[in-house]
């Protein structure tokens, strides 16, 4: 399920629904026997912060002596040791400002350590995390937040003892369950062998801003929508983040990642008089504070933004429809994030829920010849815009690499964790997950290209033609979108939904384009990838949150605007309660005004 950025803290390196932080993605979720273990880099061993060496060194305590204790007979077929071991620490500052009404209604900032402990027992054939036991895995225990290495250790003791009784207990489940299930479709290990990955960067600083000057900002911005009588809600809200993340492994790798990033999220609300709640959202990104626009341009999107809102509650109730549209490149982005992205994430082809949409499809097209799809975490920026999908190293310390999923419309890839699936035994750097998640195949910067693609006015040209072909009076053209979600278990309906926010009908004898609102795209995915007939020429970026079975993390979509043959759409619940009995205060002349019109 995609999100928009607007509607969510900042993640601790990724953002969990309620947290603010970007702690390894608070969005999260390994692999080979004991004679698999590599040695520690001496290189990295001199040179480790703290932090990391204090992790390393209970970490390998830990793998040496768990379930080799003596212990008595009747005991001892309950011990296991296990043949993986990982510690991942999110260390991260972070301030967050928050404003309404023109006022300040929050300013704050923390700091926060979060460890993950990924124990695996049995072997890669066969672990703890097998089919519905996958999450665990991993035990999550905050930590001190002073380099003080006896408290360190013993929090990182605790969790360890913990998460093992947990492992142990599930995997003897396991075990069973294996005797009585038939056999599976898919009998691919359940974790593959990966060489150690060595990467000891700077540790992010802590966060550093002129918070007075930023609440003055945040607050004039917050107070703009003041001038917009049918704008009932509002929220401006700038969160800074620098967040530093460990790794280290029993496989002997070590990892040092800094992140950092701000963002600057505006989120406003109306009613229309039938009851129907609108909002209009828009986010701001860049690496620094000072990479994000200035005063004077926020304030005229914050204007925008209160114009087309309170337009939009204006606009005609959309009616269900099945024809011709086209997708800005947002809405297009968003679309094959949905339809596309999430059904080629490795662990969708394995298990007895998945749909399995795509696992027999390697080698076939699924798209038009004229468009290829790649998923590369390693670009940080498109043109000037900053992706927030980006990352060096995965959440299973791998690191991350540019993958092409589709090549002139041919199926050549997933999207891989360490979850191998048949055919696919390794993982190619996009193991993700929020923390205390076991990392599964997620989307970072999913970029899709043309070789067909026009100006943006021969494409209207194009909706139009193929409006009047098929004899309606109109095609659609989904300007901003919001948000969506996609059905991946064959136990439902292998369906999406994706929510416009701004939609126009566009007419084919002329007339002006119109605004309509409650428009929900629907649709199933097979299906809508056959329709597409051409691109624009310009692409545009969605940052945004994915939610899924490994928790919350941050993703872009790149793609060019889409003119599709036919997009069903259906009406969104209207609601039933009614605007604002009192109208805003200081605007009480213009009510009366109004209901005398009326």
């Not at 608070?26 to 990391?52: E, G, I, K, N, W």
């Not at 460890?115 to 225990?141: E, F, K, M, Y």
């Not at 930023?214 to 911005?221: G, M, N, T």
Request: aromatic share 6%; hydrophobic share 35%; proline share 7%.
């Amino acid at each position: 399920m995609l999100l928009p950025d607007s509607a969510r803290p900042m993640p601790l390196k990724t953002s969990a629904p309620a947290k603010a932080l970007r702690i390894r993605p608070l969005v999260v979720s390994a692999l080979a026997a004991s004679f698999f273990m590599f040695p520690l880099a001496a290189s990295a061993q001199t040179s480790a912060p703290l932090l990391l060496d204090a992790m390393t060194t209970e970490l390998l305590r830990a793998f040496n002596m768990l379930g080799k204790q003596n212990v008595s007979s009747s005991d001892a077929e309950k011990q296991l040791p296990p043949y993986f071991l990982s510690y991942s620490v999110a260390d991260a500052t972070s301030v967050s400002i928050r404003a309404q009404f023109g006022a300040v209604v929050d300013s704050s900032s923390s700091h926060v350590r979060v460890a993950d402990v990924q124990i695996r027992l049995g072997s890669p054939s066969l672990d703890n995390t097998h089919a519905d036991h996958r999450g665990t895995a991993v035990n999550s225990l905050q930590l001190p937040l002073v380099d003080d290495r006896a408290a360190l250790s013993r929090s990182l003791w605790l969790a360890t003892n913990t998460g093992y009784i947990t492992a142990l207990d599930n995997y003897l489940r396991v075990k069973t369950e294996a005797q009585v299930r038939a056999k599976e479709e898919d009998s691919s290990p359940d974790f593959s062998q990966e060489s150690p990955q060595t990467h000891i960067g700077k540790p992010a600083p802590p966060v550093t801003v002129d918070r007075a000057a930023w609440e003055r900002r945040v607050r004039d911005l917050s107070k703009i929508f003041g001038e917009f009588p049918d704008v009932y809600q509002n929220v401006v809200m700038l969160t800074l983040q620098n967040e530093t993340d460990y790794f280290a492994s029993s496989e002997g790798s070590q990892l040092v990642m800094p992140h950092v990033s701000a963002r600057l999220v505006v989120l406003a609300a109306t009613r229309a008089d039938d009851g129907m709640d609108l909002f209009r959202d828009q986010t701001f990104e860049a690496e620094t504070v000072d990479g994000l626009p200035s005063q004077a341009q926020l304030e005229t999107a914050m204007r925008e933004l209160g114009k087309s809102l309170e337009a939009l509650r204006k606009a005609p109730i959309t009616e269900p429809f099945n024809g011709p549209a086209i997708l800005s490149g947002r809405a297009s982005a968003v679309f094959f994030h949905e339809v596309l992205g999430h059904r080629l994430e490795g662990q969708r082809q394995r298990g007895d829920e998945e749909g399995q949409t795509f696992t027999k499809e390697v080698g076939k097209p699924v798209l038009p010849d004229f468009l290829s799809v790649s998923d590369d975490p390693t670009v940080t920026k498109f043109g000037n815009t900053w992706l927030s999908g980006s990352y060096e190293y995965d959440d299973e310390g791998e690191k991350a690499r540019r993958v092409d999923l589709i090549s002139s419309g041919v199926l050549k890839t997933f999207l891989m964790s360490r979850l191998p699936i048949s055919s696919f035994s390794n993982s190619n750097g996009h193991g993700r997950g929020e923390t205390g998640r076991v990392p599964t195949g997620r989307q970072g910067n999913l970029i899709v290209s043309s070789t067909r693609s026009v100006p943006d006015a021969d494409l209207r040209k194009q909706l139009i033609e193929e409006a009047k072909k098929q004899g309606k009076p109109y095609g659609l053209f989904f300007e901003d979108i919001s948000s969506g979600f996609a059905v991946t278990q064959r136990s439902s309906p292998q369906a999406f939904q994706v929510i416009p926010l701004v939609v126009y009908r566009v007419y084919v004898d002329g007339r002006p384009d119109e605004l309509v609102r409650g428009v929900s795209i629907v649709g199933t995915p097979l299906a809508a990838m056959k329709r597409i007939l051409s691109t624009g020429d310009k692409s545009e970026v969605f940052n945004g949150e994915c939610g899924a079975e490994s928790g919350t993390v941050p993703v872009s979509a790149v793609a060019p605007a889409m003119l599709v043959s036919e997009m069903e759409t259906q009406r969104q619940p209207q609601g039933t309660a009614r605007p604002p009995i009192l109208p805003k205060p200081g605007f009480e002349s213009q009510a009366a005004q109004n209901k005398e019109a009326q």
